[in-house]
């Protein structure tokens, strides 16, 4: 199963869900991530965030959703309130789509101590939802059931 996380510039909160699902999933699941306009560079604070946290950043880059274009993945969540109303690539197809709205800790212009917390409580958010989303029973759940479980974490 692959799943892959979307967000607008593909710098930050859909990094930041790649690196823990792919932290947190067993053998034959994997995350990736995209955006549907990329900045083409990883935000430094989401880095040094999985770094303290003990996640590997290893192979992580902002790319455009073609790069899975003849792989396409199994899952789409869209992780930014800018990317829930785009349409995903017709390539995409029949991947069941849901959408996990976080709010951007690189847009926090605080104090240094701030911004960091804001890093982590996003890191924590997101760990809390990889979290539940592996522990479902995926062999045995339909389609719409799949769907609907992974709406609901998306409000947690």
Known sequence: MKVLFMCTHNSCRSILSEAVFNH????????????????????????QTLQSA??????????SSDAFEGSPPDIVI????RAAGEACPVFFGPA???????????????????????FESTLAKIQERVGVFLSLPLSTMSA???????NRIGTL
Do not use: Q, Y
């Open 96 to 118: 069941l789509k849901a959408h996990w709205g976080l709010s951007d800790p690189s847009e926090v212009t605080a104090s240094e101590a701030e911004i960091r917390t804001a």
């Open 24 to 47: 947190l999933a067993p053998a034959g699941v994997e995350a990736v991530s995209s955006g549907s306009f990329p900045s083409g560079r990883v935000n430094p604070r989401a880095l």
């Open 54 to 63: 003990g996640i590997s950043t290893e192979g992580l880059s902002s790319k």
């Open 144 to 150: 719409d059931e799949l769907k609907a479980e992974l």
């Open 78 to 81: 869209t992780v930014c309130d």
